[in-house]
Every structure is written in C-alpha cells, then in structure tokens.
C-alpha cells in the first residue's frame, strides 16, 4: 500500500500547481512551490487561491497521515504579506489537538522565515463502523 506522502505528491492538482510534498510524519506535514507567472494574480503577486492551495495541501497530507481518512470540515485564516514571481513558498500543517472524530491543525504559510499566511482547519475522522454496524 502506498503511503500519505507518496499519495499526497501524486494529487493531481498539487502538481497542476508545481507544489512538492516535502516532509510527511506523524502529526506534521510541510509542501512547497515556487511562484511562477502562471500563479500570481492581476497585480503580479500570489494568487491567494495558491497560498490556500499550497497550506490545504500541507493539512490534507498531515491529517490523512494520523488518520486515513480524514476529510476537511474547515478552514479559516489570515493573509499577512504579499509574494512575487520568484518566490518560494513553505506550508508547514501541524496538528494542535485531536478526538477520536477529529483533528484541529494549524497551517503556516512562510517565505523563507517570513510568516505570509496562517490557517486553521478542523478534519473529521471516518471511524469504521463495528459489527453492530
């Protein structure tokens, strides 16, 4: 059976996105991407649809990792600071606290050692039903 990393570094969309999974291990997940022309908005910067893309992919590899499966249930945060083409960027997802049903992470998102972006993101669990079922 394949591992979370080795799946997560095969999602489609990540890699339509040029975004590498860097790191997977228990409770911790960090991806990274250079931002081309292709990823930065109107203005010429970041899209933010890309930091998003970049920390979702960091939170779905760490939670699918302490439990698979574990599917989004929410995601909140905050956009601090701007990148260009160029840039490199690191989302790093860490997991804050854990039930039996769910999973609370929080995702940076950093140019170099800079803080851009921080989310929050609540998975649920899928339990497998017993054989009261």
């Given at each position: 059976?394949?591992?979370?990393?080795?799946?997560?570094?095969?999602?489609?969309?990540?890699?339509?996105?040029?975004?590498?999974v860097d790191t997977v291990e228990e409770g911790f997940a960090s991806c990274s991407v250079k931002i081309g022309r292709d990823l930065c908005n109107f203005l010429g910067m970041a899209h933010g649809g890309l930091v998003f893309s970049l920390a979702d992919v960091a939170f779905s590899a760490a939670s699918n990792r302490d439990h698979y499966p574990s599917y989004a249930l929410d995601i909140s945060g905050s956009f601090l600071k701007t990148a260009a083409e160029g840039d490199i960027l690191r989302a790093e997802a860490r997991l804050v606290h854990s039930t039996r049903r769910t999973g609370l992470y929080r995702?940076?998102?950093?140019?170099?050692?800079?803080?851009?972006?921080?989310?929050?993101?609540?998975?649920?669990?899928?339990?497998?039903?017993?054989?009261?079922?």
């Open positions: 059976m394949e591992t979370i990393a080795v799946r997560a570094a095969r999602d489609p969309y990540a890699r339509h996105l040029g975004i590498t995702m940076d998102v950093f140019r170099g050692n800079e803080l851009m972006a921080t989310f929050n993101g609540t998975v649920f669990r899928k339990v497998s039903s017993g054989s009261c079922g």
